[in-house]
Nanobody, 123 residues
Framework: QVQLVESGGGLVQAGGSLRLSCAAS????????MGWFRQAPGKEREFVAA????????YVPDSVKGRFTISRDNAKNTVYLEMERVKLDDTADYYC????????????????WGQGTQITVSS
């Protein structure tokens, strides 16, 4: 069992930066691929980043490439999402999730989920 708790959300101006954190419980954090998803009102949950168990490999879709960076610190049981040059379209609830599958971009492939943290981008 892995419990995930996101933090770092809030209000940010367009063009600004933000870092989300996701703290995991348990001693098996390092054995999971970690991902970040977002969901805007009325839209489906969207994959935005994944990182391998060791952190050596990362993957972000073209929609956020060059602006979003995922990283992890296995000693701290934490995964991060750095967001730069944010846009109005980045407004959403952001979720971290854990899976054993690399590369998993579908929400259904993830076993554990956090409760989400909200990001609102203002103009």
């Amino acid at each position: 069992q892995v419990q995930l708790v996101e933090s770092g959300g809030g209000l940010v101006q367009a063009g600004g930066s933000l870092r989300l954190s996701c703290a995991a419980s348990g001693r098996t954090f390092g054995s999971y691929v970690m991902g970040w998803f977002r969901q805007a009102p009325g839209k489906e949950r969207e994959f935005v980043a994944a990182i391998s168990q060791s952190g050596a490999s990362t993957y972000v879709p073209d929609s956020v490439k060059g602006r979003f960076t995922i990283s992890r610190d296995n000693a701290k049981n934490t995964v991060y999402l750095e967001m730069e040059r944010v846009k109005l379209d980045d407004t959403a609830d952001y979720y971290c999730a854990a899976t054993r599958v690399w590369i998993a971009t579908m929400p259904s492939r993830y076993t554990y989920w956090g409760q989400g943290t909200q990001i609102t981008v203002s103009s």
